[in-house]
Protein backbone atom coordinates (compact mmCIF):
# COMPACT_ATOMS: atom_id res chain seq x y z
CA UNK A 1 0.00 0.00 0.00
CA UNK A 2 3.05 2.29 0.76
CA UNK A 3 4.96 1.92 -2.67
CA UNK A 4 1.60 2.80 -4.67
CA UNK A 5 1.37 6.00 -2.58
CA UNK A 6 4.59 6.52 -3.22
CA UNK A 7 4.60 5.88 -7.12
CA UNK A 8 1.31 8.43 -7.01
CA UNK A 9 3.14 11.02 -5.31
CA UNK A 10 4.91 13.74 -7.68
CA UNK A 11 8.32 14.16 -7.12
CA UNK A 12 7.91 17.69 -5.96
CA UNK A 13 5.26 16.46 -3.30
CA UNK A 14 8.08 13.76 -1.57
CA UNK A 15 10.78 16.37 -2.09
CA UNK A 16 8.63 18.46 0.04
CA UNK A 17 8.03 15.80 2.84
CA UNK A 18 11.53 15.01 2.91
CA UNK A 19 12.61 18.33 3.41
CA UNK A 20 9.95 19.39 5.94
CA UNK A 21 10.69 15.50 7.97
CA UNK A 22 14.50 15.86 7.50
CA UNK A 23 14.57 19.21 10.17
CA UNK A 24 11.74 17.30 12.60
CA UNK A 25 14.26 14.32 12.08
CA UNK A 26 17.44 16.57 13.02
CA UNK A 27 15.21 17.96 15.77
CA UNK A 28 14.61 14.65 17.15
CA UNK A 29 18.30 13.27 17.03
CA UNK A 30 19.15 16.30 18.61
CA UNK A 31 16.69 15.99 21.70
CA UNK A 32 17.76 12.23 22.09
CA UNK A 33 21.30 13.16 22.21
CA UNK A 34 20.53 16.09 24.23
CA UNK A 35 18.80 12.66 27.12
CA UNK A 36 21.66 10.37 26.42
CA UNK A 37 24.04 13.42 27.47
CA UNK A 38 22.38 13.75 30.83
CA UNK A 39 22.00 10.38 31.25
CA UNK A 40 25.89 9.64 30.85
CA UNK A 41 26.22 12.13 33.42
CA UNK A 42 24.27 10.89 35.92
CA UNK A 43 25.11 7.51 35.33
CA UNK A 44 29.19 7.52 33.94
CA UNK A 45 30.29 4.59 32.23
CA UNK A 46 26.52 3.39 31.55
CA UNK A 47 27.48 3.49 28.03
CA UNK A 48 30.34 1.15 27.65
CA UNK A 49 28.20 -1.32 29.93
CA UNK A 50 25.31 -0.55 27.52
CA UNK A 51 27.07 -2.16 24.19
CA UNK A 52 29.43 -4.10 26.33
CA UNK A 53 26.91 -7.36 25.09
CA UNK A 54 27.78 -6.47 21.64
CA UNK A 55 31.49 -6.14 21.70
CA UNK A 56 31.96 -9.52 23.58
CA UNK A 57 29.29 -11.02 20.87
CA UNK A 58 31.22 -9.50 18.26
CA UNK A 59 32.92 -12.10 16.06
CA UNK A 60 34.71 -10.21 13.29
CA UNK A 61 36.79 -7.39 13.11
CA UNK A 62 34.59 -5.31 10.88
CA UNK A 63 32.04 -5.57 13.61
CA UNK A 64 33.99 -4.39 16.33
CA UNK A 65 35.66 -1.24 13.70
CA UNK A 66 32.35 -0.39 12.89
CA UNK A 67 31.59 -0.36 16.97
CA UNK A 68 34.36 1.87 17.52
CA UNK A 69 34.18 4.42 14.34
CA UNK A 70 30.45 4.84 16.26
CA UNK A 71 31.31 5.38 19.04
CA UNK A 72 34.88 6.40 19.02
CA UNK A 73 33.62 10.79 18.46
CA UNK A 74 31.57 10.99 21.90
CA UNK A 75 33.26 8.20 23.71
CA UNK A 76 36.80 7.69 23.93
CA UNK A 77 36.97 5.36 26.54
CA UNK A 78 35.95 2.91 24.48
Given at each position: MAGKRQKNT???RRTEWA???RERFKEFVNELRGYNDSLERLFPGA???AVRPDIEQSVGLEELQLLQEATAEEHHEM
Amino acid sequence: MAGKRQKNTSVVRRTEWAVRDRERFKEFVNELRGYNDSLERLFPGAIFQAVRPDIEQSVGLEELQLLQEATAEEHHEM
